[in-house]
T-cell receptor, first 113, second 116 residues
């Protein structure tokens, strides 16, 4: 069965420093993987998605993620954090042959000045 | 112009009451969803409709009844509300990607339900 594990519930960084949000997936098939962001009191917004094309995926707001099959990982990175990046981030995998998305438990990113 | 809009944004009610949350999307998508987000931010799908037809119905109590009058609307009615129903409910819509791949979900801003 497909699942995702977000390894950190909270990540704190200083503005201008790199961001790394970790996600591992479990899937018997080639998965589709997504990162969504949720700002306070808002709905979720797609940051980027991997669907078996290029393994390095670029998203909005300077975020990118690399699909590593050997490590079953899909970590989200950004070279330099901005205050506006403070939000909850969700790693998501599709359930094979269905219309379901399986959400990770979320990582709360705090950015300090 | 808001893509996915849901009303009300906040709803406070007593146990045992019946309430509805409405959702509309103007993106022309065929598929709409209801998700529940609990106090720990965990998101779980409740229902999915494709062109007014129910295609996903997770293990949700039958006090929850979705209704889709047309493919642009998916409303959620909840009977006999319980304390455990307190959560944020998100409506979303999507269109399948290339090769049937799961399309991007567009979410509403959520409806925070508090049951007292």
């Amino acid at each position: 069965a497909q699942s995702v594990t977000q390894l950190d519930s909270h990540v704190s960084v200083s503005e201008g420093t790199p961001v790394l949000l970790r996600c591992n997936y479990s899937s018997s098939y080639s998965p589709s993987l997504f990162w969504y962001v949720q700002h306070p009191n808002k709905g979720l917004q797609l940051l980027l998605k991997y669907t078996s094309a290029a393994t390095l995926v670029k998203g909005i707001n300077g975020f990118e993620a690399e699909f590593k099959k050997s490590e079953t990982s899909f970590h989200l990175t950004k070279p330099s954090a901005h205050m506006s990046d403070a939000a909850e981030y969700f790693c998501v995998v599709t359930l094979y042959n269905t219309d379901k998305l399986i959400f990770g438990t979320g990582t709360r990113l705090q950015v300090f000045p | 112009d808001t893509a996915v809009s849901q009303t009300p944004k906040y709803l406070v009610t007593q146990m045992g009451n019946d309430k509805s949350i409405k959702c509309e999307q103007n993106l022309g998508h065929d598929t709409m969803y209801w998700y529940k987000q609990d106090s720990k931010k965990f998101l779980k799908i409740m229902f999915s409709y494709n062109n007014k037809e129910l295609i996903i119905n997770e293990t949700v109590p039958n006090r929850f009844s979705p209704k889709s009058p047309d493919k642009a609307h998916l409303n959620l009615h909840i009977n006999s509300l319980e304390l455990g129903d307190s959560a944020v409910y998100f409506c979303a819509s999507s269109q399948p990607g290339a090769g049937g791949a799961h399309g991007e979900l567009f979410f509403g801003e959520g409806s925070r339900l508090t049951v007292l």
